[in-house]
């Protein structure tokens, strides 16, 4: 039980990007490598999708090309996607970059000067 609200809840977070955030998911497409191998292991996330057919070698959307669910297009977002589905997908992520730390020397100073928005003040300082 707790596996299925687990991936329930994936679900949710999925439908809720896509339709609430749809910038982020844009964004963190970029970081998303690979092809759809066509698999369908993302269409048996807590429940099988009724328009998955499955043979016994693959499987097949029959709206693949005509109009899957926008939530099923941007499968997968993000890592936690993959681990939806045990980690079973083509796709995979690049690692993001990590956060560069500043020194005490690149840290913006407060300018204590009032800003000058006149053309004889810029012609003053050269």
């Not at 807590?46 to 669910?69: M, N, Q, W």
């Not at 980690?87 to 000058?116: H, I, M, T, Y």
Request: glycine residues 4%.
């Amino acid at each position: 039980m707790r596996a299925f609200l687990l991936a329930l809840s994936g679900k949710m977070r999925r439908a809720f990007l896509c339709l609430f955030r749809p910038s982020e998911v844009r964004e963190a497409k970029k970081s998303r490598e690979g092809e759809c191998d066509m698999c369908g292991n993302c269409c048996r996330i807590a429940f099988d999708c009724p328009f998955l057919k499955v043979f016994e070698t693959h499987s097949l959307c029959r709206i693949y090309h005509i109009g899957r669910p926008v939530p099923c297009q941007a499968f997968p977002i993000d890592q936690r996607d993959i681990d939806d589905v045990g980690g079973a997908c083509s796709f995979s992520f690049s690692e993001p970059s990590k956060p560069r730390r500043l020194s005490s020397n690149d840290l913006p100073v407060w300018n204590r000067q009032p800003a000058v928005y006149s053309r004889e003040a810029e012609l003053e300082d050269s």
